[in-house]
């Protein structure tokens, strides 16, 4: 049996010369995360995952190794993180939490994380047993938790590389013993490996932006993105593979050159967000998000470390720090660097405004952008959208209008 492939949802790309090319999407986002009519998508995931004798880890945060999960032989499921603004936590700004609220999101909307057999969460050292514990309350299976120590770009912490080695060590020595495959390393380098090559091929996806003619949207790899990975990593790959070769066929030259103005979305992505831009005259070309391209531009090479998981040390510990994370040099190198690649002309920072360190870092990449490139910024607070929907779209709206004034 093959399983559900990306062609089962549907999105169409963009490609006035060629309406045979599709590009393919799970519309996951919906306004608070899922909505019912999207559970099917991912409970016939499990089901297929299940009827092949495997059994399903569930994680939220892209900076969770799922190639330990393949190596262990389970199906890896990414579920969307999308915070609405409400009830986040005593302490906002933590991301687990943050997790927490998008879980009794989905209880409510319909979808029991209890399917799963297992659950990954994130969090910052010497967290674990709050976060734990704030997820034990709704989630009867195992969790298991992945400290991410706070590093700089420069690495002159080296105790923090051998923290998350030894993390990562016994997240495989727990996810082999709940499946009963303990992690050998060729298994562990076949993963790396099928994973690696998924990435690549997002990456090329998401590189189209930049040319000016592009056959295909941002927010279409986006939704790409979301869908493949709630499916088979083979059937994701195959179908990544099929897009690209479709792609490639294409003569940009023959595609008009978009003239609208170049947005960058940091922050949270929501359906929402992509339904805002879509009523304006701009087009999104790039992002500073964990669920979207940022963890994807660093290359690191498969088999150059001289163990897997030297390379999953520097895959998810060096790469685009987070949000959270507070490392702001290093977020200002790879903002300001990602922006002129790209010729953003405006920056759009998305997420509720009471997460602390979301604001703070619109204040200082907003700044750092503004001055080094002369782009400007502007801040959508998500939890407005459902009550203040036209006064938003007026905003982001007028926003445009002065960068479309600014670059015509």
Not at 26 to 35: A, E, L, T, V
Not at 186 to 198: P, R
Not at 236 to 260: C, S, T, W, Y
Not at 346 to 363: C, I, N, T
């Amino acid at each position: 049996m093959a399983g559900p492939a990306i062609e089962d949802y549907g999105v169409v790309a963009k490609n006035d010369d060629n309406p045979a090319v599709i590009m393919n999407a799970n519309k996951i986002h919906r306004r608070q995360g899922f909505k019912s009519k999207d559970f099917d998508n991912i409970l016939n995931n499990i089901q297929h995952a299940r009827q092949l004798g495997l059994k399903v880890t569930g994680y939220f945060c892209p900076l969770v190794p799922e190639e330990l999960i393949l190596a262990s032989g389970m199906f890896p499921l990414r579920l969307p993180l999308i915070p609405t603004g409400s009830s986040i936590g005593e302490k906002p700004g933590k991301c687990w939490q943050a997790c927490s609220v998008q879980h009794k999101t989905n209880l409510a909307e319909g979808l029991d994380l209890n399917v799963l057999d297992s659950l990954i969460i994130t969090c910052p050292e010497n967290d674990s047993y709050t976060a734990t514990h704030c997820f034990k309350e709704c989630f009867d299976q195992s969790i298991f938790t992945l400290e991410l120590p706070r590093v700089n770009r420069y690495r002159s912490d080296y105790k923090a590389t051998a923290k998350f080695h030894h993390k990562l060590k016994m997240l495989a020595k727990n996810l082999g013993q709940l499946n009963r495959q303990p992690i050998n390393i060729i298994n562990l380098s076949k993963a790396i490996t099928q994973s690696d090559k998924i990435k690549e091929l997002l990456r090329g996806l998401y590189e189209y932006p930049i040319r000016g003619r592009s056959p295909v949207e941002w927010q279409d790899v986006f939704k790409l993105q979301q869908a493949g990975y709630s499916l088979e990593r083979p059937v994701f790959k195959r179908n990544l593979l099929e897009h690209q070769d479709k792609l490639a066929q294409i003569n940009l030259m023959g595609l008009p050159v978009d003239a609208k103005p170049r947005l960058m979305l940091a922050g949270f992505i929501s359906n929402e967000l992509l339904e805002l831009v879509k009523g304006s005259n701009a087009v999104i070309v790039t992002d500073y998000s964990c669920s979207g391209s940022m963890l994807l531009r660093k290359r690191v090479p498969v088999f150059g470390f001289p163990a897997p998981f030297d390379y999953l040390v520097e895959r998810y510990l060096y790469n685009a720090p987070c949000l959270y994370m507070e490392d702001y040099t290093a977020q200002k190198y790879r903002m300001i660097t990602t922006a002129r690649r790209y010729n953003v002309h405006g920056l759009v920072f998305y997420g509720p405004q009471e997460y602390k360190p979301l604001m703070k870092s619109y204040e200082v990449l907003g700044d750092a952008l503004y001055h080094e490139l002369a782009i400007p910024p502007v801040f959508i607070d998500s939890s407005l959208v459902y009550t203040n929907t036209s006064d938003i779209q007026e905003r982001l709206n007028n926003f445009i209008d002065i960068i479309g004034g600014r670059i015509g």
